[in-house]
Nanobody, 123 residues
């Protein structure tokens, strides 16, 4: 499968962004989907995931309460709404398709990654 993320940009602290990821070459309702980010000089970290049917979601502690992951299987698209952005949220955000239909917090469960979209939060 191929994944194309978009929606990143420069946003002031306290602002919001909505990231999108379109899946092609497959049927999105086969896979759980996740968002992973990598800040400059840091390792990749899990952000959020959603099961194939949208009924199960997981969030990292760092974004819980400020973010919402959702999906539209009819459009093969997954979204990540980020609110109350902080400077620490600055990172490249990657969407990824899981091995199965089950949501997961483990990066190793995501073999297929998109190219990433850069989110920069100015303080």
């Amino acid at each position: 499968v191929q994944l194309q993320a978009s929606g990143g940009g420069l946003v002031p602290a306290g602002g919001s962004l909505r990231l999108s990821c379109v899946l092609s070459g497959g049927t999105s309702n086969t896979y759980a989907m996740g968002w992973i980010r990598q800040a400059p000089g840091k390792e990749r970290e899990f952000v959020a995931s959603i099961s194939w049917n949208g009924r199960t979601t997981y969030y990292a502690d760092s974004v819980r309460g400020r973010s919402t992951i959702s999906r539209d299987n009819a459009k093969n698209t997954v979204f990540l709404q980020l609110n109350s952005l902080k400077a620490d949220d600055t990172a490249v955000y990657y969407c990824a398709a899981a091995r199965s239909h089950l949501a997961s917090v483990r990066l190793n469960d995501y073999p297929s990654w998109g190219q990433g979209t850069l989110v920069t939060v100015s303080s």
